[in-house]
C-alpha cells in the first residue's frame, strides 16, 4: 500500500506529547520525514529515541514559542534541517486564563501569543519555503471552541475563533502558490491540557464535575483520543485532500452537531 506522506518533508509544533507527538508518530508511518518542534528538551530527546528505535528518525528543534522571533526561527532551522517543508503542523497552544474579569495581562498575552501568534507567524514564515517545493499544506490545530462558544474559557475561545478566520483568508491568499490551508478542531481530549482545560485549578471534582457536562453534549459520549486527531490531520495533509482548503474539520463525537 502506498504510503500517504510518502517524500514529504513534514513539520509539528508542540510535537514531544498529546496530539502532537501521535502526530509525529503517524506521519512518519506515512513515510514523511518528520521535525519535531517542542519547548521540552527532555521530551524531545525521548521522542527522537523512541522514533528511532522504530526505524523512523526524526530531526528536532527545541524552542519556546511564547516569543514571536521563536516562532520565525524554529520554522527556518526546521527546514534548514528537513531542506525544505511541504507541511507544517501548527498545533502549539495553551488553555490560557478561564476568566474574563480581572485577567493577568502577562497570562493573556501569552495565551494569545501561543494560541494565535503561532499561526499567524508560523504560517507567515512558512509560505516562503512552501514556495521553493511548489505546493504545501498548512494545517491548524483550533478547537471546537473556535466553532462554538466556550463558558470554560472565553479567551482562549477567542483565539481560536482567529485561528479559524485566519484558515478561511489564508486558503484564498495562498492559493496561488497551490498551497492548502485547513484547520483541525478537536473536541475535549484525552491528554493533561484537555484536563487543565476543565480545571485551571488542578481541582480533581471540578474537572470531573465539568467534563461530564461536556460529554453529556456529545453524542458519541467519550474523550477524543489524540491519535483520532493526527489522522484527521494526517488526511488534510495528505493529497487524498488535494481539492480540500479552508476547512474547519471538528474532530468531537457530534460535539457541534447540535
Not at 531542506?83 to 502577562?106: N, R
Amino acid at each position: 500500500m502506498t504510503m500517504r506522506l510518502e517524500g514529504k518533508l513534514a513539520v509539528i509544533t508542540a510535537a514531544a506529547s498529546g496530539m502532537g507527538r501521535a502526530g509525529v508518530e503517524l506521519f512518519c508511518r506515512e513515510g514523511a520525514t518528520v521535525c519535531a518542534i517542542d519547548m521540552n528538551a527532555d521530551a524531545l530527546t525521548s521522542l527522537s529515541e523512541d522514533m528511532a528505535t522504530k526505524g523512523t528518525p526524526i530531526k528536532t528543534v527545541q524552542a519556546d514559542l511564547s516569543a514571536i522571533e521563536a516562532i520565525e526561527g524554529s520554522i527556518d532551522e526546521a527546514a534548514e534541517a528537513l531542506g525544505g517543508i511541504d507541511i507544517l503542523w501548527a498545533h502549539a497552544g495553551i488553555p490560557g486564563p478561564a476568566g474574563i474579569e480581572d485577567v493577568d495581562v502577562d497570562a493573556y498575552r501569552k495565551a494569545m501569543t501561543l494560541n494565535v501568534d503561532t499561526a499567524v507567524y508560523g504560517a507567515g514564515r512558512v509560505i516562503r519555503h512552501m514556495r521553493k517545493r511548489g505546493a504545501g499544506s498548512i494545517i491548524f490545530t483550533a478547537s471546537v471552541s473556535g466553532m462554538v462558544g466556550s463558558r470554560f474559557s472565553p479567551i482562549y475561545s477567542a483565539g481560536k475563533f482567529g485561528v479559524v478566520g485566519l484558515t478561511k483568508s489564508l486558503a484564498q491568499t495562498f492559493a496561488p502558490d497551490q498551497v492548502r490551508v485547513n484547520v483541525v478542531c478537536p473536541g475535549l481530549t484525552d491528554t493533561p491540557m484537555g484536563t487543565q482545560f476543565v480545571s485551571r485549578k488542578g481541582d480533581a471534582e471540578e474537572a470531573k464535575a465539568n467534563t461530564a457536562a461536556m460529554l453529556a453534549a456529545v453524542p458519541l459520549g467519550r474523550l477524543v483520543r489524540p491519535e483520532e486527531v493526527a489522522h484527521a490531520a494526517l488526511w488534510l495533509a495528505s493529497d487524498d485532500a488535494a481539492f480540500v482548503t479552508g476547512v474547519e474539520l471538528p474532530v468531537d463525537g457530534g460535539f457541534t452537531c447540535r
